[in-house]
């Protein structure tokens, strides 16, 4: 059954059907508001650089600075956002799936003097 909300800013929010189509819903939506947020920022930092040389305020430079570092951590937010979602998509498959365990551990059953007489053997061969 397909139901669909309506939150506060009267947006239609389709029902989630499963989580994987949630997660990559999600993923979506947070990726087209980020390239958003970037485009934006770029457009406001070209104009902010033009009206600081325009200006040649030491504040307004500041202001162009401090939006460039802010379009880079919104660069760097995306490639979190893309490691955050491959951790719950992976999450999510290998919760269908049975988990194979394997043991390498090799144990020695026997004395130390069987063990020493091991090793000197192989020392013996190793010569």
């Given at each position: ?32 508001n ?16 033009e ?77």
């Amino acid at each position: 059954m397909e139901v669909s909300v309506l939150d506060d800013r009267n947006v239609v929010v389709p029902a989630p059907q499963s989580s994987d189509e949630t997660i990559e819903t999600d993923s979506n939506f947070v990726r087209s508001n980020m390239y958003s947020m970037i485009q934006q920022g770029q457009d406001a930092l070209l104009y902010a650089i033009e009206l600081a040389k325009q200006s040649d305020s030491p504040r307004a430079f500041e202001v162009v600075g401090t939006l460039m570092k802010n379009i880079a951590d919104i660069n760097m937010q995306m490639l979190d956002a893309h490691e955050k979602k491959k951790k719950l998509t992976s999450s999510t498959s290998e919760d269908k799936s049975p988990q194979k365990i394997v043991n390498n551990s090799i144990i020695f059953q026997g004395s130390t003097k069987d063990l020493n007489k091991i090793l000197s053997d192989m020392k013996k061969e190793n010569e």
